[in-house]
Structures are given as C-alpha cells and as structure tokens.
C-alpha cells in the first residue's frame, strides 16, 4: 500500500534442538505455520521422546530463557522464534540421559565358538568355502615363510651393530636423526630384534625404559626402539648445538 509499511516474515525458522535425555544438539527449520502439537510430533523423530509427554521451552539466540512453549494449539509463530533460537525438549515420560546412546544398556548376542564353528551361513564359513585369510593353508604359508626370513634379515642385521657405536636412523617417511647405539636384542615388548638409540636431539619417545624395563639410560625423549635395519653405523659425530649462537 502506497505510503505504508509492509512486514514480510520469513515463513521458515531455522531452531536449535536440545533436550533433556541427550547430550546432542541438532538444527532444524520448521513451519511458523503448524502447531505446537505438530511441532512436538516432529520432535519426536528427532529426540527420540513421545511427544505426549513434552515440555518445551524457548531459548533465545544467547542461550537465555525466554518463555514455555505450553499451548499445543498455538502456532509456532505466534511465539517469539528466531533464527538460531534454541527450542529444549523436556522429556517427562521417564528416559534417562543417554539412554539412547550407551551401548551398555542394549543386550547383546552371544555365540559360543563351537556353535559358530557349526553355523554354515556365518563369514567365518564363507571364508573358509572360498579359502580367504587364514583359510586359504598356501598363502599362510607364504606369509609365515616371508615373515621368517625378514626376521632373519634383522637378527642378521642386528648382530653387525656394536653397541657404543654411533648411527644414522632412516624409516621411510621420517625425518634422519643421528645417535648413539645403547641396546641390541630382543625385548618384551614386541617380538622380534630391536636396537635401542639415544639421540642426539630430544626426538625420541622414551627414557631407554619401555612398560617398566629398563634396557638403556638416557633423558626423557632421547631413546627409541628402532628395527636393526633402520639403523646404519658409522662415523657419524655429534654435532655441537651451541645454544648461543644463531
């Protein structure tokens, strides 16, 4: 109209949804055109609660408390609702807090080994039908035997460094970093042959002790448990890291 002033609402309102059996927060937008009992039946997906048994409450866009939402004929725009408005349902039907959420609560299925050896529609039969993984005897086989001779590799590789010497460390990926040899063996931490280095630079993840055991001494984040053929000894000195000068 000529010389007026027209108000032009947004017919959608985009809400945060928080509620009182979830620690969640989700948005949405809704109608300014349905009712609160059509609201809350929308909630209801969402929530997880039944909507007979809701109380919402309106939060503004700051999070503070603006009113209850407690007429279920009311339009949704008839309350004060804006964008990034936060509407919390209250759950009065009993729920706990992460009742829908803690895995504890759901029961579970449990199968003895010997009766899911004897299922055939299992993955377990499916895999040995087709000789997959562990199944298949000739692949195993291979692995083991690859596996065997890396093993060699290192203890072959392990027995050719003195500890005292100094070394070079290179894994693939990793920056170079230069040391002193303090332990060659196996460990109890892994299988296998280790070599324990002492940087040069705190680059390291341990003091020399590993789950209790103490192989070598040295600072806090010096020492590292390396495989033997990482590691390379020779004339590598140490260089002096003169802190005062730039």
């Known amino acids: 109209m000529e010389?007026?002033?027209?108000?032009?609402?947004?017919?959608?309102?985009?809400?945060?949804?928080?509620?009182?059996?979830?620690?969640?927060?989700?948005?949405?937008?809704?109608?300014?055109?349905?009712?609160?009992?059509?609201?809350?039946?929308?909630?209801?997906?969402?929530?997880?609660?039944?909507?007979?048994?809701?109380?919402?409450?309106?939060y503004g866009v700051s999070d503070g408390f603006l009113l209850k939402m407690d007429d279920n004929n009311a339009l949704l725009g008839s309350y004060p609702v804006d964008d990034e408005c936060k509407i919390h349902v209250i759950d009065q039907s009993g729920q706990q807090m992460g009742e829908f959420t803690d895995v504890s609560q759901v029961e579970k299925f449990e199968i003895s080994n010997q009766a899911y050896e004897k299922r055939t529609d299992s993955a377990r039969s499916f895999m040995k039908r087709h000789q997959l993984g562990q199944f298949n005897e000739e692949e195993m086989a291979k692995k083991k035997a690859e596996l065997a001779a890396q093993e060699e590799e290192q203890k072959a590789a392990a027995e050719a460094i003195p500890v005292g010497s100094r070394c070079k460390v290179q894994i693939p990926n990793r920056p170079t970093k230069l040391g002193t040899v303090m332990f060659v063996g196996t460990a109890d931490f892994k299988p296998g042959h280790w070599v324990g280095v002492k940087y040069d630079e705190p680059l390291g993840k341990n003091n020399g002790t590993v789950n209790g055991r103490k192989y070598f001494e040295c600072e806090n984040k010096y020492g590292a448990f390396v495989k033997p053929l990482s590691v390379t000894v020779g004339d590598f000195p140490e260089e002096d890291y003169d802190l005062d000068e730039i």
């Open 3 to 58: 010389g007026g002033v027209t108000v032009v609402t947004k017919p959608f309102v985009n809400v945060r949804i928080t509620s009182s059996i979830s620690t969640f927060e989700v948005q949405r937008g809704f109608d300014r055109g349905i009712t609160i009992a059509e609201l809350k039946g929308k909630l209801e997906m969402i929530v997880g609660a039944p909507s007979s048994g809701m109380e919402l409450e309106l």
